[in-house]
């Protein structure tokens, strides 16, 4: 454990010194990002924007998969970084165990069930005659892979909370250079379609695997994973701690599907390209947030675990001044680029080019909101609320995000499909105020 991240006092909380752990996991979501985009960037270039669509009709099957993960990275290495910080290490060994064995478990068992009834599931999620074959492709390798799916979620969050956030990062980064590398020779080079796109994607995960796997075999360390008084209990609260990050992927799961079967009424198959095309781009923009608030949740459950409430509000404060500036920036870059990203995806002067660049202005409105929100929620599960967190995560990624999907396009058409985000966003904003406001009890 780097000492220098375990604050003793108010005085010892410098932005320097939190920047020095929030920096790795900011370019930790950041480096996620650019391979994922990577990925869509060479299957739309060398395969068409129909096998774009293919992928996009799968990831739902992708966000089960990584929800049941990040259910146990999440929830349980923040009840770890609480141990810690409470210096009750036993119990974060079993935090961390417990965690990894509930997730792989249940992930694996998911994908079984998946794989046998995997041309039913994909007709659910939209496929048509003419993605059905790169459907189950990319699908069938993502479900094969489900153990490094989960791993590569598990490993670099628990490096992270075991006071190693450049580890984390560098695990991350071997498998994304990988898939990158990869992709340039399974797609451009032997031209193996969404098969190579799979599997460059598949096997750098299972190397970013190996290198989180040697980091707890080989180096120094906090956690240590132990068989010993692990319990279901123990388990039951990593999970509903981690709930709201299993919501927001089971809920993107149902929301891209109801996207797509939208957008195939109003737009035909150019209309679930250029959402995917939004998907991925949204990714850089939402990476800012997710890679900020995950960086600072440790240093919070730190401090709260060992009840130094007031070095919580310092490092809140810091968070709030963050949210309250950066997301108008991060607008302003998605209104001026928008027709930059997506000509990376697209022709311009494509149906498809257009009907994202027009689509990415409407929905990077919801981006203004989005930062406060997703705070909110990971500031919760930090401190071991993970109710409170699931309440914002469903709300805005699931419940009025499906009610403004289902209402608005049937007035303002594509225009409708892109305002939900934006509305859920908005309206979530006044929940997560209130658990925020709500809250400050807990720091008294």
């Known amino acids: 454990m780097e000492k220098a991240f375990i604050f003793n006092t108010v005085q010892e909380v410098r932005f320097g010194k939190v920047l020095g752990f929030i920096i790795p996991t900011y370019l930790t979501s950041c480096f996620n990002t650019l391979y994922t985009i990577v990925d869509g960037i060479f299957v739309a270039s060398y395969v068409g924007t129909n096998a774009l669509a293919a992928i996009n009709i799968v990831y739902p099957i992708v966000n089960v998969l990584t929800g049941i993960a990040l259910l146990f990275a999440t929830g349980g290495s923040a009840i770890a970084a609480l141990h810690i910080g409470a210096g009750r290490k036993e119990s974060a060994d079993r935090a961390f165990s417990v965690s990894i064995l509930f997730s792989i478990t249940t992930g694996i068992f998911i994908a079984l069930l998946i794989l046998v009834n995997l041309s039913q599931v ?169 890679g900020y608030s995950m960086g600072i949740s440790p240093l919070l459950g730190y401090a709260y675990g060992d009840h130094k409430f007031e070095i919580c509000k310092k490092l809140e404060k810091y968070s709030y001044r963050f949210f309250t500036t950066v997301p108008m920036i991060i607008y302003v870059l998605t209104f001026l680029f928008a027709p930059v990203g997506v000509s990376f995806f697209a022709d311009a002067g494509s149906k498809v080019y257009h009907i994202a660049v027009s689509g990415m202005r409407l929905y990077g409105l919801g981006f203004l909101f989005s930062g406060f929100n997703i705070f909110a929620a990971v500031r919760m599960m930090a401190y071991g609320k993970g109710h409170l967190s699931g309440t914002i995560t469903f709300l805005r990624s699931f419940a009025l995000l499906l009610l403004f999907l289902t209402i608005l396009p049937i007035y303002w058409g594509m225009n409708g499909i892109w305002f939900a985000v934006p509305m859920a966003e908005i309206l979530t904003l006044f929940v997560s105020f209130l658990i925020v406001l709500d809250s400050e009890k807990y720091l008294r």
Not at 204 to 212: E, F, K, N, P, Y
Request: aromatic residues 14%; charged residues 10%.
């Open 122 to 290: 994909l007709q659910i999620l939209g496929a048509t005659s003419v993605t059905m074959e790169q459907c189950k492709i990319y699908s069938v390798l993502w479900l094969v892979g489900t153990p490094a799916v989960i791993g590569k979620e598990l490993f670099t969050y628990f490096i992270r909370v075991d006071g190693s956030p450049t580890y984390s990062f560098f695990t991350a980064l071997a498998g994304g250079v990988l898939n990158i590398v990869l992709d340039y020779i399974l797609i451009g080079y032997l031209h193996m379609g969404v098969l190579g796109a799979a599997l460059a994607t598949v096997l750098g995960l299972v190397l970013s695997v190996l290198v989180g796997v040697y980091y707890f075999i080989r180096r120094k360390k906090i956690l240590h994973f132990t068989t010993r008084g692990l319990s279901i209990a123990t388990g039951v609260r990593c999970a509903f701690n981690g709930v709201s990050e299993f919501v927001n992927q089971l809920a993107i799961a149902i929301t891209t599907t109801v996207f797509n079967r939208t957008a195939m009424i109003f737009a035909g198959e150019d209309g679930i390209a250029a959402i995917s095309i939004i998907m991925y781009l949204q990714f850089i923009f939402l990476g800012v947030y997710f």
